[in-house]
C-alpha cells in the first residue's frame, strides 16, 4: 500500500514490464493530448516506439489500456487517503489532510489524472465497475470525516450527501484548469482548497487558518 | 433576451422550423443517453421519425447538431444571470441569485447541459471558440460579483481567479449527479449551493441564512 507522488514513480512502482510502462506513458500523452476515441493504436504505439501489434501483445484492446491507467491512478490516491485517515487527528485536520492530498496528488500527474476523470466513459462496464468501486471508498473515506465533524458539531452543514459530493467535485474540479506552469504549485492550490472547503462546510476555524501561501500573495 | 426555464419553452422559443426543433430533442436524447461518439445519425434520425437523408438536409454533421444544441443552453443560462446581475443589490444577494440559477437552471434542462459540459470536447476548434466566448461572459458575470464583494470586504477570499474557477466548477459540478427523481427540486440544491459557496468565499452572512429547504431538514 505505498503511495507515490508522480506518474514515473507510481508506473515504475506498480510495473515490472518496461514494455508495458512505456505503454501506459504512451496512452497518457495520447489521450490526454487527443482524447480516448481520437487515439489510435498506431499512435500509441509510435510514442511507444513498438510495432502496432506489439500493443496487443500486452493489451487486448485500447480500453484495457485505458483502464490500467484510471486504476493504477485511482487506487494510488485511495492509498494516500487511507494513510492520512489513519494518521488521527481532529476532524478539521483529518479533512484538511485529505483535502490537500485529494487536490496535490491528482495534479503532479495531472495529465493521467484529467484521463482518468474525462475518459472514464470510454471503459468497458466492466472495467467501470472496478473503479466506481475505487471511487466509492474515496467518497466513504471523506464522508466518514464529515460525517464525525457533523457530528461533533466542528463542521456545520445539513446534508451529508450533498456536501461529500461538493467537497469531491470540488477538489477534483482543479485537474480542469491546473496547468504545471501556473504560479501555484500542486500543495498550494491544495491549501487554498483546504480553507474554501472549511468555509463551505462551516468548520469553525476557517478563517483563522491562513495557509502559508496566502499570506505571502497579500504581501 | 427572453430565457427560459425548460428545454421545451427554450427550443421552441430559439427555433421556428418543427422539423429541427424534433432534430434537437432527439440529439439530446440520443448524446446524453449514448454519449457523443457511440451515438449515430441514424439513432438521431430514427428518434426524430426522419430518414438520415433528412438530417442532413438541417445538419450537414453531427457536430453542427452538437454545437446548435450547446448554444442554446449557454445563451440562455448567460442570459438569465445578465437579467439577474441587472437586477442589483448587494454582492451578497447578487452572488446568492447568481448561484441558484447557475445550479437550477441547467438542473431543469440536465440532460441538455450535461451533453453540453460532457460533450464540448467533439466540437470543431471554430465552434469550441464561439461556445469559450459564452463561458467567458458567464465566468466574468460572477467574478465581477465576486471582485465587488471583495473590494467592499463583504467577502473574504485571496485570490480571485482561482475563487471564481471553484465557484463555477461547483456549480456546474451538480450535472454529473442530479437527478428529477432526487429527494430535492433544482431551486432547493440551487439554495443548498448558495449556502456552501457563501461559506467558501467567506461571506459573513454566509451561516445567518439557512434557506427554507434546510429548515425543513432539520425538523
Known amino acids: 500500500m505505498a503511495t507515490y507522488v508522480t506518474l514515473t514513480e507510481l508506473f515504475q512502482n506498480r510495473e515490472e514490464s518496461p514494455t508495458v510502462r512505456r505503454l501506459l506513458f504512451a496512452g497518457v500523452e495520447a489521450f490526454w493530448r487527443d482524447g480516448f476515441h481520437a487515439s489510435s493504436t498506431r499512435d500509441i504505439a509510435k510514442r511507444a516506439q513498438l510495432s502496432p ?4 501483445v500486452h493489451f487486448a484492446a485500447k480500453e ?8 493504477y491512478v485511482a487506487e494510488n490516491l485511495r492509498d494516500r487517503l487511507l494513510e492520512l485517515a489513519a494518521q488521527g487527528g481532529s476532524p ?3 479533512l484538511s489532510r485529505l483535502v490537500n492530498a485529494y487536490v496535490a496528488l491528482p ?5 493521467a489524472a484529467l484521463v482518468a476523470n474525462r475518459d472514464f466513459d470510454s471503459l ?3 472495467q467501470r465497475k472496478q473503479i466506481v468501486k475505487i471511487r ?17 458539531g466542528e463542521f456545520n452543514f445539513e446534508d451529508l450527501s450533498i456536501t461529500r459530493m461538493a467537497v469531491l467535485s470540488l477538489c477534483r ?9 501556473g ?12 480553507r474554501l472547503v472549511l468555509g463551505m462546510i462551516g468548520a469553525a476555524s476557517a478563517f483563522d487558518q491562513a495557509p502559508p501561501m496566502l499570506r505571502c500573495a497579500a504581501l
Chains 1, 2 share one sequence.
Open 53 to 56: 501489434a506489439a500493443v496487443y
Open 64 to 71: 484495457d489500456l485505458l483502464f490500467t491507467i484510471i486504476r
Open 92 to 94: 478539521t485536520e483529518l
Open 107 to 111: 495534479a503532479h500527474m495531472y495529465k
Open 124 to 126: 468497458t462496464p466492466v
Open 136 to 152: 466509492d471508498e474515496l467518497a466513504q473515506i471523506v464522508g466518514n470525516c464529515l460525517a464525525t465533524g457533523k457530528e461533533s
Open 173 to 181: 474540479s482543479t485537474l480542469l484548469w491546473y496547468s504545471p506552469r
Open 183 to 194: 504560479k501555484y504549485s500542486p500543495e498550494e492550490i491544495g491549501d487554498y482548497y483546504v
